[in-house]
Structure formats: structure tokens, C-alpha cells
DNA sequence: TTGACATATTCCCATATAGGAATATATATT
DNA sequence: AATATATATTCCTATATGGGAATATGTCAA
């Protein structure tokens, strides 16, 4: 098997860096395709398909407007990425953990690999 | 040019939905390749792959115990994905986002695409 | 209708993938 | 040393990708 489609769902669309540019600039405020050529400084094909990544996934949502294409970041598509970062949060923000991990660090510094 | 890496970042490596299950069951405790294993119900080399993706990225540790290797989430590589999407957190936790957007689904119930 | 503008689609290609099967490596046990 | 156990690596293949280039589609203006 080969690997996941990119728009097989929230996960994959966004692991390209571009994808992810796109939607924190679409986060505020709708935007035609110009603007987003303009500003990430793509070729406008390549802008094109990367939304239409984006908007099978949900990640984006569209409206015409004359002969613009109005974009806007569906920030809802992104909760379940939210969601599951979240679980682990607290490893990071407890402290316990980090005094935890430095006992644990003394007895794996032999072992680590690369 | 193709795909990037799923070793490239975190947010490649854990676009694949088998990884994210691996993370989640490394959460809490130590485990040897084994467990991982009997517990996803996936082939020994597939585990072994996965677990090198997440290794490379630095979402897991490893130590060895024996002939077993111990391996173990570091969440704190998890972060910089928290980080991104929290920025999108408010979006669907304030109220006022939610009006405004069942204000503008009014107008868009014509122009939505697919 | 013709032309300009905005966006989408198609064709091209090198590249990495995930899984399966088989095998290699490493460590422990006897 | 020989064998068993635990894990890693290699070889294979179908498949989708992202960018570039070229072109198609759609919409407005005159």
C-alpha cells in the first residue's frame, strides 16, 4: 500500500508546510486567490490545488464573488488535530514529568540512539 | 517535486494513522516492539518501520533492555503540532465566531462547492 | 462577440511511500 | 557453539504526490 491520499483527511492535507500557510493566512478573513498568490509567492496553479486539497478535507470553505474566489479557513476541520495534540499537553506542562524525565535521561544517556 | 518526507517533521510522521496509535499507546509507559505489535494487530517489520519514522522525527525514545527495545513517546515533540492548531482553538470556543458564522451560512447555502 | 482578468485543470515526471515476504542482526539461554 | 527470541533491514510494487508548463473554464467589460 502506498501512503494516505493528502485528502484523506485533516491530517494529511495539513502536513505540507504550504497547506498550513495558507490556512493561518485564510484564518481571519476571506481572501481571493490573488491575494494568496501574492502572498505566499507560489505559482498560481499550484495555489489552485492546494485549496482543492483543502476543500475536500473541510479545511477551507469557498464562495464566489464576480470572477473571484473567495477562501476562508474552516477552523472547525482542525479541531481533531486540536483534540489529539491535546492528550499529550499535559507531559509538556506538568512539572512532574520534567523532573520525571530528568532521572530517566541519567540512565538512558548510554542508550539513546543516532 | 513529490510528497515531503514522513521523515521530514512531526507533522508528516504522524499523518499516518498507525503512528498516531502507536504515540497513543507509548503514551504513558515503556514498551518493547512486541507489545506494540500484539496490541495494534499490524506485522513486526511495519511496527519496526513506524517506530523508525517516529524515532527519526523524535517522537519516540528508545533504550535498550535486553534483547527488547523499549520505546516510548516524547511528547514534547508532539508540541510545535499543539501549538498550530491552538491558534485555531478560539475560533470554535468563542460564541461570537459561531453567530457570525451561522449569520454568513445564510448567504453561502447557494455558493457552497461539490 | 471579443478580449481581459481570475481561477481551475491537465499533462508531465522524479520521488517516497506502506505493506508483504524474506532475511539479517543482536542478545539471551543452554 | 548452537538455538531461540526480539527486532531491524532489504527487496518488491502500486500509488499519489507537488511543481512546472500549458491550457481550459468562467466571468466581467466594452
Same mark, same amino acid.
Given at each position: 500500500m502506498a501512503r494516505a491520499r493528502t485528502t484523506s483527511d485533516a491530517f494529511n492535507a495539513v502536513a505540507e508546510p504550504r497547506r498550513r500557510e495558507i490556512l493561518n493566512?485564510? #484564518?481571519? !478573513? /476571506?481572501?481571493? %486567490?490573488?491575494? &494568496?498568490? #501574492?502572498?505566499l509567492g507560489? /505559482?498560481?496553479?499550484?495555489v489552485s490545488k492546494h485549496l482543492g486539497v483543502l476543500? *475536500? %478535507?473541510g479545511l477551507v470553505r469557498v464562495r464566489r464573488h464576480g470572477r473571484h474566489m473567495l477562501y476562508r479557513t474552516n477552523a =472547525? #476541520? &482542525?479541531?481533531?488535530?486540536h483534540e489529539w495534540t491535546k492528550e499529550f499537553e499535559h507531559f509538556w506542562t506538568h512539572q512532574? !514529568?520534567? %523532573?520525571?524525565?530528568?532521572? =530517566?535521561a541519567?540512565?538512558? /544517556? *548510554?542508550t539513546s540512539t543516532e
Amino acid at each position: 500500500m502506498a501512503r494516505a491520499r493528502t485528502t484523506s483527511d485533516a491530517f494529511n492535507a495539513v502536513a505540507e508546510p504550504r497547506r498550513r500557510e495558507i490556512l493561518n493566512y485564510l #484564518a481571519l !478573513t /476571506e481572501r481571493p %486567490v490573488g491575494d &494568496i498568490v #501574492a502572498s505566499l509567492g507560489l /505559482e498560481q496553479p499550484s495555489v489552485s490545488k492546494h485549496l482543492g486539497v483543502l476543500r *475536500r %478535507v473541510g479545511l477551507v470553505r469557498v464562495r464566489r464573488h464576480g470572477r473571484h474566489m473567495l477562501y476562508r479557513t474552516n477552523a =472547525e #476541520a &482542525i479541531r481533531p488535530l486540536h483534540e489529539w495534540t491535546k492528550e499529550f499537553e499535559h507531559f509538556w506542562t506538568h512539572q512532574l !514529568t520534567r %523532573v520525571q524525565e530528568r532521572a =530517566e535521561a541519567k540512565s538512558k /544517556e *548510554r542508550t539513546s540512539t543516532e
